[in-house]
């Protein structure tokens, strides 16, 4: 190449990457702290997470009991290698639905008094294929048709990203509608004017909110879609075999839930492993496997793993221990945040944030842990409003004592320093 053809090359690549905007943006994304150079990890991710050689203590995981390098677990996922092999090598649509799912899908079914379940490869995609299936319009022949393009759907303010960005086809104000988080008597406010004009109404909220721990008012709530008709789908990926036992906390609002029209559920939080589902009425459900795409149109969960998520419903039913434990510790953890006066998170769920506010001080809080030797993970704007900035602390089943007043020394070392 010779130099005026280099010289036109570098120009017309300069001038692409300022259309474009990506290397300024990671530029200054990377500068103000909105995102790090990606780290690798080389062993299995718990309550320690090994970066190469260096060993640091992890509060970053949201798996929270760390079942996935447990003996019996692994034993068992190795034996369904075995059974099914490592993929189901196409759609269930048109090969049929492997055993381990089917079973692991009926347990769900019976977990959530639901008729039918169907699984997705991550809670995400289920969150993204109910929206679709619930809006779709198909005409295949005169005899077979659906249109349910004019349903409205009411969204918790704080509904995460994958809920919000499969409904952002919906024009806001017409077809898609918020009302401000967990305030049952907002969501009234909407329903009653949309209910005049619309008949289709679907209402979408959380059971566990991950950013703060906050719980929602899910018999409110359900109540008041039942008031207006409207069809109900709870994402309870964040409280899905945490709690519902009558022993543990929130366990009203968790018995509420068998009244909501869906139940879906992820299998990266408790369960620990990957996948996601939702649980209904058969009909609706059953038309999903076409009418969601996102089960259709990807992969399915890895059938071992599907296996295994089945393993782990069970045994953390027949051995409630395990979560009471967990409960327990993680609370005892919060009651030593709270004897140390930070600014937490109002609901005592197993999601604790505690307040740093400014949000430059929570970057340089951020890397002060790094460089101490912890993951904490920081969510800052526009994950949550300007200068509202916290940490997110989600123990660990296998977490020592040690790991956890390291936690505390290094938080109050900072909270002086940087006075949050
Ligand atoms: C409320 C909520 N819904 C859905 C998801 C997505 O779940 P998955 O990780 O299985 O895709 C998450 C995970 O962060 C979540 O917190």
Known sequence: MNKYDL??????????????GFEEFVE????????????????PVGPTICYEDKEMINF?????????????????????????????????????????????????????GKERTISFASGLLANVGFINAMTSKFNFSPTCNINNSDTVFILDRDCHWSLWKAASHLEFGKQLFAFRHNKA??????????????????????????????????GQILDTCEKYNALSYVDDANGFLIYGPENRLFAEEFAAMRRATFVMV?????????????????????AFEVLSGTSLFTAAIQP???????????KLQNQPEIMDDYLKRSLALRQRLEEKNFMLSPVPSYITSVLIGND??????????????????????????????????????????????KLISVLEHLKFKYQF
């Not at 008597?185 to 566990?208: N, T, Y």
């Not at 992820?266 to 059953?286: D, M, Q, R, T, V």
Request: hydrophobic share 40%; proline share 3%; aromatic share 8%.
């Open 185 to 218: 008597e907002d969501l009234e406010r909407v329903l009653a004017k949309v209910s005049q004009k619309h008949e289709k109404i679907v209402v979408v909220f959380e059971s566990v909110y991950s950013a703060d721990g906050s719980i929602a008012p899910i």
């Open 60 to 112: 970053a995981s949201i798996n929270i009991l760390d079942l996935h390098q447990e003996k019996d677990v692994l034993n068992h996922f190795h034996a369904a290698c075995g059974t099914y092999g490592l993929t189901t090598g196409g759609s269930r649509v048109t090969q049929g639905v492997c055993e381990a799912h089917l079973t692991m899908e009926n347990e769900l079914s019976h977990i959530t």
């Open 360 to 405: 430059e001080k929570a970057v340089h809080v951020y890397d002060a842990f790094l460089q101490a030797g912890l993951i904490v993970p920081m969510f800052r704007y526009p994950a949550v409003k300007p200068d509202h900035a916290l940490i997110r602390i989600m123990l660990n089943a296998h977490h020592k004592a040690e790991h956890i007043d």
């Open 28 to 43: 200054s994304a990377l500068d103000e702290g909105f995102f790090h150079e990606l780290l690798t990890t080389t062993k």
């Open 7 to 20: 010289a036109m090359k570098n120009s017309l690549q300069t001038a692409e990457k300022e259309l474009w």
């Open 304 to 314: 071992p793993t599907a296996s295994t998520i089945h393993y782990i419903m069970k």
């Open 266 to 286: 992820s299998f990266s939080k408790s369960i620990g492993l990957e996948g996601g589902a939702i649980a209904g009425p058969k009909e609706y459900i059953h």
